[in-house]
C-alpha cells in the first residue's frame, strides 16, 4: 500500500500565481487532512475534511481552499500565491477525526517568490 | 484557545543520558497522542493516551497523561543518536487535531 500520496514534491510559484496540490489515500480513511509546517511553529492545521462531503477549517485558513473530490482524495487550492505561504505542506488522513491517528504523506515544499 | 503548549523548545543532550518533553494544556483534554518526525521526514505516530493517570511504554520511551488530563510527558531513557528528531503532542478533538510546537532533540554521541 502507497499509504497518503502528495504531489508535487517541490513547487516554486510567483507571488499571485495559483495551483492545487494534490492527496490521495488508499487506506479507506473517512478523515483527511492539511497541515502547514514553518520553522518554529509546528504544524498548523488548514482545513480538514471529516468525512466525505464535508469540509471544515482549522486553525490558518485564510488564502487556501479545499475539495474532498471523493472518499480518497483532498486537494489544497492557493488561488493567489504570497510570499507568507511559502512553507512545507503535509497531508494527513485518520479512519476517524479527532481520536484516530494520523497518518502523513510525505509533504510539499513550496516557495513563493 | 485550544493550544498545547510544550517544553523546552530544544534539548541537547549526551547519548546515554535520558529525556523528558512536557505537554501543558489550560483545558482537559479527552485525548492525546504522540508523534516524532525526524529531521526532513513526516511525523509518525507514536502513541494515543486517553485514561486519567495513564502510562504506556515503548522500550526505552514511557509516555504519562495527567490524573487531571491537562498535560501529558514523553520520557526517553538513555537517548541514542537514532533518537534524534522533533516530538510533538498533539491535542484530540472532535473534528481537529491540533499540534503543540514540539521539542528538538539533539544527541551527541
Known amino acids: 500500500n502507497a499509504g497518503v500520496t502528495q504531489t508535487p514534491k517541490f513547487q516554486v510559484l510567483k507571488t499571485g500565481q495559483s495551483m492545487t496540490l494534490q492527496c490521495a489515500q488508499d487506506?479507506?480513511?473517512?478523515?483527511m487532512y492539511w497541515y502547514r509546517q514553518d520553522p518554529g511553529m509546528g504544524l498548523r492545521l488548514i482545513y480538514y475534511?471529516?468525512?466525505?462531503?464535508?469540509?471544515d477549517k482549522g486553525e490558518v485558513p485564510n488564502g487556501y481552499n479545499v475539495s474532498r473530490l471523493n472518499k480518497r482524495e483532498f486537494s489544497l487550492r492557493l488561488e493567489s500565491a504570497a510570499p507568507s505561504q511559502t512553507s512545507v505542506y503535509f497531508c494527513?488522513?485518520?479512519?476517524?477525526?479527532?481520536?484516530?491517528?494520523?497518518?502523513f504523506g510525505n509533504g510539499t515544499r513550496l516557495t513563493v517568490t | 484557545g485550544q493550544q498545547v503548549m510544550q517544553i523546552p523548545q530544544y534539548q541537547h543532550v549526551q547519548e546515554g543520558e535520558d529525556f523528558t518533553t512536557y505537554c501543558n494544556s489550560s483545558?482537559?483534554?479527552?485525548?492525546i497522542q504522540w508523534y516524532k518526525q525526524r529531521p526532513g521526514g513526516h511525523p509518525v505516530f507514536l502513541i494515543q493516551?486517553?485514561?486519567?493517570?495513564e502510562v504506556k511504554k515503548q522500550k526505552r520511551l514511557t509516555f504519562q497523561f495527567g490524573e487531571a488530563k491537562k498535560n501529558s510527558s514523553l520520557h526517553i531513557t538513555a537517548t541514542q543518536t537514532t533518537d534524534v528528531g522533533t516530538y510533538f503532542c498533539?491535542?484530540?478533538?472532535?473534528?481537529?487535531?491540533?499540534f503543540g510546537q514540539g521539542t528538538t532533540l539533539q544527541v551527541k554521541p
Open positions: 475534511s471529516a468525512s466525505e462531503g464535508t469540509t
Open positions: 494527513a488522513s485518520s479512519e476517524a477525526t479527532g481520536f484516530s491517528p494520523l497518518h
Open positions: 498533539v491535542r484530540g478533538n472532535t473534528g481537529k487535531l491540533i
Open positions: 487506506m479507506n480513511h473517512n478523515s
Open positions: 493516551l486517553v485514561k486519567s493517570g
Open positions: 483545558t482537559t483534554l479527552s485525548n
